[in-house]
């Protein structure tokens, strides 16, 4: 990648640009084919062995639902092809296909993992009759199977989809198994009571129980007349066998778990409810309307199991279930029964937003999906704002507020990588919204969805963080930054290399701010111009240095971006003044959030140095209390009588410490508690000496960011970072700032 440092002709006033965003009047679009400069090694996806495409696999999965094709295919390697000269040839082969079926994935194409992988090897044999056979032999040791997801429109939802059934499959296992065992256990109950009844005793029903191959050998009109003689009756109460029978009716005609295909329905005329929905009105309706068939089940299995067991007290119980209903309904109850599965498009209407709000509210076991596809306001006119889109941004934050609902918000690029995180949240008793962005629409972005979806998080336009209620009684045991890269910092910082003008090989750490994600899409070009032939860089800051900096030092210098395009050359954009108010907005909520994970906690940080103050103050009197003290302490003489001798001096005071030039970085040793911070953070850098008290031991062995971030997470305030060593340093000016106290 090649620097190109002019790369406009047009006259254009820089400063004008930022202030007032009017673009030149020919309408060129300043960024057409450009990138994010983090962004230029990422060309081509296909080339990289990355999370996508998925495989959601089928049948019998040990636990694990979902796997990537590259996880499927190093595991195929290792079982056939382990690394030596031998497998080499076999290896490649393979990681060909892979290939292949990625390449297939992201040109759209739909299709079981065995199929695509047949379609490919066919292909390829057709080049090469060599590459059928080890083609065939890696087919017959794949052991999963299943459709292939690439990261695209959509695929939020096929991959939630697909955890959930897991989790119901798994709820429906263990309800089969209780069920069944209750209506056999009641089957036996009335299989016996029969057996004594007069009917059970006649000579047709002995000759039906014993079979035909032994019915020759016995006299059934005789054994019946015999058996009421041997066996007194002691048949079940009329009261009894109705509610037996009524409960063993209502466990087979029960509607929220389908039966085994192996197994018979009991009554065909009678569907299984349908758990899937596209709005949460019609969920929420539909959830109310079972509720009575919900309580009859449960009460059903209740009896059941007093009844098995012989402990049903008619007295006692017949009360009790006369009047259980759907409010009689435990959480625990509840929780056995299938949830219900949501998907909204689009971010979700404002109707189904509301009743969304109000499912959080209650103990309604709703799993929602809220698909964003959007980031940007779009005004009545059609233009696109370039600011948040408020609704769709805040919706899952505002549910954390509501307090008892799981609440995951991420991209669909990081969903591979909380795959159980998200079962989790499926699995959890109570309510629970996925908000997901799937990446800038395909007709409006110059980025593959992937890439797009990624730099959301990246920019923390659309950050990642989850919400478990289950986890503990607090924010910090519940509220979690999810998988969000650098969660400490403000934005995310990388390296990027290339060559300058004179082709000597630069490397630049580069922050990845909102202000590039506006660049991956098209219709928020209108806030970006190259920069004009001839305009001094020395006017220009990076559009993370401008905004951190206040508005007394921005004065006539501009921000600006690095972008490449697809000739891979790195340039210059100047970013307008509302792009960057749009940035500032975004970098707030990014704080808000940080703040509930537990970082940089402003109550915290305003606690610490309220203490820090106390703590001064108090050894500030310490010391004045000390030298009236040490002024009045007697001096004392040598007897006239003793020959000639010294003088004893007073205690011998510490000596003042030296002056320090505020450009110096330093620690006061002698004040050190040993609370290990610095230390941890760089242990080259800082150092213990023989008290166990800190000290620089080698200022070259770190940055002077990590000097900065010493002296503020110090808790008594005794590290000076002093002035940087290395002025090729990226952020200085936000370092020293930060440092301004601390000096």
Excluded at 157 to 177: C, G, M, N, P, Y
Excluded at 374 to 401: C, H, K, W, Y
Excluded at 533 to 546: I, N
Aim: hydrophobic residues 40%.
């Amino acid at each position: 990648m090649q620097m190109n440092v002019n790369v406009d002709t047009q006259t254009i006033d820089p400063l004008i640009f930022y202030m007032t965003g009017k673009q030149p009047g020919n309408g060129k679009d300043a960024l057409a084919g450009q990138r994010p400069a983090l962004l230029a090694p990422y060309a081509d996806l296909t080339r990289l062995r990355y999370d996508f495409p998925l495989v959601l696999i089928e049948g019998k999965t040990d636990g694990v639902p979902v796997r990537s094709l590259s996880d499927a295919v190093d595991d195929l390697l290792r079982k056939i092809a382990p690394p030596g000269m031998e497998s080499e040839q076999l290896r490649k082969m393979i990681l060909r296909i892979e290939r292949e079926i990625r390449i297939l994935a992201a040109g759209g194409e739909r299709g079981h993992l065995s199929e695509l992988w047949d379609k490919v090897a066919a292909r390829l044999e057709k080049q090469d009759e060599s590459f059928g056979k080890s083609a065939r032999i890696a087919r017959a040791a794949l052991d999963i199977d299943g459709p292939v997801l690439d990261c695209r429109t959509g695929m939020a939802a096929d991959l939630i989809a697909h955890l959930w059934s897991a989790v119901q499959e798994d709820k429906a296992r263990r309800f089969r198994t209780v069920v069944s065992r209750l209506a056999i256990k009641l089957a036996d109950i009335l299989r016996v009571d029969d057996s004594r009844s007069s009917a059970g005793r006649s000579a047709t029903s002995l000759q039906a129980a014993v079979g035909p191959a032994h019915q020759s050998l016995f006299d059934f009109a005789a054994m019946s007349k015999l058996l009421p003689k041997s066996s007194p009756r002691e048949a079940l109460s009329e009261s009894r066998r109705r509610r037996i029978e009524s409960a063993l009716v209502a466990l087979k005609r029960q509607r929220f778990f389908a039966p085994l295909s192996a197994q018979a329905q009991p009554d065909q005329s009678v569907k299984p409810y349908a758990f899937r929905f596209d709005n949460c009105a019609a969920a929420l309706s539909a959830y109310r309307q079972r509720l009575p068939d919900l309580a009859e089940l449960v009460k059903a299995m209740s009896i059941a199991e007093l009844e098995i067991d012989g402990n049903y007290i008619e007295g006692k119980h017949d009360v009790i279930f006369s009047s259980f209903d759907a409010d009689s309904l435990s959480a625990r109850d509840r929780v056995l029964f299938p949830d219900y599965l949501v998907t909204l498009g689009d971010g979700g209407t404002p109707p189904d937003n509301a009743a969304l709000m109000a499912a959080l509210s209650s103990e309604v076991p709703l799993k929602v999906l809220l698909n964003v596809g959007d980031l940007f306001e779009v005004t009545p006119a059609g233009e696109v704002n370039g600011a948040l889109g408020v609704r769709s941004v805040q919706l899952a934050r505002l549910a954390t507020g509501l307090g008892e609902a799981f609440v995951l918000q991420s991209v669909s690029s990081n969903l591979y990588q909380l795959r159980e995180r998200i079962s989790r949240g499926l699995s959890f008793g109570g309510p629970a919204l996925f908000s997901v962005f799937s990446g800038v629409p395909a007709q409006e972005s110059s980025l593959p969805p992937y890439l797009s979806a990624a730099a959301a998080m990246q920019s923390r336009a659309f950050p990642a963080f989850s919400y478990d209620p289950s986890a503990g009684p607090d924010i910090a045991s519940r509220f979690s930054l999810e998988n969000n890269p650098q969660p400490d910092a403000d934005w995310t910082v990388q390296p990027v290399e290339y060559a300058d003008p004179e082709m000597q090989r630069i490397s630049q750490d580069v922050a990845f701010t909102f202000v590039d994600f506006l660049v991956c899409d098209p219709r928020c070009h209108r806030h970006f111009v190259a920069v004009p032939r001839g305009f001094e860089t020395e006017r220009m800051a990076s559009a993370a240095q401008w905004i951190a900096r206040s508005p007394a030092e921005q004065s006539d210098i501009v921000p600006y971006i690095l972008t490449v395009g697809d000739d891979n050359v790195l340039s210059r954009a100047i970013v307008d003044d509302r792009a960057i108010a749009t940035a500032r907005r975004c970098l707030e909520n990014w704080h808000r959030l940080q703040e509930s994970g537990g970082v940089h906690n402003s109550h915290a940080e305003r606690l610490l140095k309220r203490e820090r103050q106390i703590w001064e103050e108090q050894k500030r009197e310490e010391l004045a209390n000390l030298k009236p003290a040490a002024a009045a302490a007697p001096t004392v003489v040598a007897p006239t009588t003793t020959p000639a001798q010294p003088v004893a001096a007073a205690p011998a005071q510490e000596a003042a410490a030296p002056e320090r030039s505020p450009d110096e970085a330093y620690i006061e040793t002698e004040r050190c508690s040993t609370c290990n911070e610095c230390t941890l953070l760089n242990d080259r850098m800082f150092a213990y000496n023989a008290n166990k008290q800190a000290y620089i031991a080698d200022i070259k062995a770190g940055t002077y960011a990590q000097l900065v971030e010493a002296a503020e997470s110090c808790q008594l305030g005794i590290i000076h970072p002093g002035k940087p060593i290395n002025k090729a340093e990226s952020g200085l000016d936000e370092l020293i700032a930060r440092a301004q106290p601390f000096l």
